[in-house]
C-alpha cells in the first residue's frame, strides 16, 4: 500500500492511472462518492493487493446500539471485539440497561466471530458521568456484591465476553477502592471465564493533578485488571482550543508513562475514529466545536474549496474554510496519515492492541491501513 496526497488538476481516474488500479477500486477504498470530487491534500490510501500484516494486534470498537446496520457490517471484519456502549448501574447496584437493546449488535458481531465486551459507565439521569456514583459503588461491598452478580447473570444471558470499565473523573480520595473494585471484578469475572478491562485518562506521570487524572493509578488499575485503554484522544476537544484531537508527541508521553507502570503486554492504544469543526474566533467558554466524521471534513474542504494541510508535528490534517454566514472555521480530523503515525506507535512499543472510540461512522481506508499493518487477532 501507499499514501497518495491530492494536488491541484489530479482526478481520481488520473491518480488510478498512476498506480495501475480501477478508479472503482480508489474510490471505494476512500469512500470517493460519484461525481469523485477530491480536495488538495486529501490523503488516499492506494491499495495494491490483499496482503495483511503479521504483527498481531488486538483491536476493540466501542459502538451504541443504535449503530447503523451497514457500518456495523462493514466493520466487524477488523475488529477483535465489540464493545457495546453503555450500560450503567444505581447507587444501589442495580444493573441499568442502554436505552436501545443491544441484541441486534451482539448477534451481528456473533455472526462475524467477534468478541462482545459490555461496557460499563456511571451515568446519572442526565448521562453524565458521576463520580458520586463511583464513591458509593467502590465504598460498598454490599453494593458491589449485587452490581457483579447483575452483571455476570446480563453477560452469560446475552452471550458477553468480557466486561469494560469506563469510569471517570473518579475522586482522588477513591483512588485505591477504585483500584480495589477493577480487582475484585476481574477476580470475579476470570473465574466465570470473563475478562476485565479498564479505561485510563492519559496521564503522563503519576502524581498528575486534574480530576480525570487523580483518581486513576495506572501500576494499580494496570495490576487489578486483565488489560487497559489508554484513552489518547481529546487535547483537542469541544470546549478547548483547535488543535489535533490526538496529537502524537502527546500520545507518545502517556505510552512512554504506560509502560513504566504496566506491562506492555496489557495496553491498548486508543484511537479517535472523529474530528473537530471550531468557529473562528476560539473564545473559551463560548465557543463550541462540531464533532464530525473523518470522511465529513473532507467533503467540507470540497464543498468549500479549502485546501487540506498535515501539521508534522501533531501529525494530523487539518484546514480552514469560511461559511455562508461569513464565519471562518478551522478543522482537525484523522487521515490514512495520522492512522499510520498511531500504528507505527504501537509497533514501537509492541502494545497489546488498539481501542476506537467510536466506529459510529465508517472509515474503510483506516480499516484496510490496519489490515496491512497488522494481524487482527480473534
Known amino acids: 500500500m501507499e499514501i497518495y496526497v491530492v494536488r491541484a488538476g489530479d482526478t481520481v481516474d488520473s491518480i488510478a492511472l498512476l498506480y495501475g488500479i480501477s478508479p472503482e477500486q480508489l474510490a471505494y477504498d476512500n469512500q470517493i462518492p460519484y461525481p469523485y470530487q477530491l480536495a488538495v491534500g486529501q490523503a488516499l490510501l ?23 446496520q451497514q457500518v456495523l457490517e462493514a466493520t466487524l ?13 444505581t447507587l444501589e447496584g442495580q444493573l441499568l440497561y442502554p436505552p436501545v437493546d443491544d441484541t441486534r449488535m451482539l448477534e451481528t458481531a456473533a455472526d462475524f466471530g467477534v468478541a462482545s465486551i459490555l461496557t460499563l459507565t456511571p451515568f446519572d439521569e442526565q448521562g453524565n458521568f458521576n463520580n458520586n456514583y463511583i464513591h458509593v459503588l467502590v465504598n460498598n ?15 452469560t444471558e446475552k452471550g458477553y465476553a468480557g466486561l469494560d470499565i469506563d469510569f471517570e473523573f473518579i475522586l482522588a480520595e477513591d483512588r485505591v477502592a477504585f483500584a480495589e473494585f477493577v480487582e475484585k471484578a476481574r477476580i470475579f469475572m476470570n473465574e466465570n471465564g470473563f475478562t ?30 486483565n488489560s487497559v485503554l489508554l484513552m489518547t484522544y481529546e487535547w483537542g476537544y469541544t470546549y478547548g482550543p483547535p488543535m489535533a484531537v490526538a496529537p502524537l508527541p502527546n500520545v507518545r508521553q502517556v505510552v512512554e508513562y504506560a509502560i513504566t507502570e504496566i506491562p506492555v503486554e496489557k495496553i491498548d492504544l486508543g484511537i479517535p475514529n472523529y474530528g473537530y469543526d471550531w468557529p473562528l474566533p476560539f473564545e473559551r467558554g463560548v465557543t463550541a466545536a462540531t464533532t464530525i466524521g473523518n470522511r ?13 494541510l498535515y501539521d508534522e508535528r501533531s501529525q494530523a490534517p487539518y484546514f480552514f474554510y469560511w461559511d455562508g454566514y461569513g464565519i471562518q472555521h478551522e478543522v ?46 480473534s
Open 332 to 377: 482537525w480530523f484523522e487521515d490514512v496519515r495520522s492512522m499510520l503515525a498511531k500504528f507505527n506507535l504501537i509497533k514501537e512499543y509492541n502494545l497489546r492492541g488498539c481501542g476506537y472510540w467510536q466506529i459510529m461512522k465508517l472509515f474503510r481506508a483506516n480499516w484496510l491501513l490496519l489490515e496491512k499493518e497488522f494481524y487482527i487477532l
Open 196 to 225: 476485565v478491562s479498564v479505561a485510563l485518562a492519559p496521564k503522563t506521570s503519576a502524581d498528575q493533578p486534574g480530576l480525570l487524572y487523580e483518581g486513576k493509578d495506572y501500576r494499580l488499575l494496570g495490576e487489578a485488571a
Open 141 to 155: 461491598q454490599e453494593v458491589i456484591d449485587r452490581l457483579l452478580s447483575e452483571l455476570l447473570a446480563v453477560m
Open 46 to 68: 492506494i491499495r495494491y493487493n490483499e496482503e495483511t500484516g503479521s504483527f498481531p494486534l488486538v483491536v476493540n470498537g466501542y459502538g451504541y446500539p443504535f449503530i447503523d
Open 296 to 308: 465529513q471534513a473532507v467533503e467540507l474542504a470540497i464543498t468549500y474549496g479549502a485546501e487540506i
Open 77 to 89: 471484519p477488523y475488529l477483535s471485539e465489540l464493545s457495546v456502549f453503555s450500560y450503567g448501574f
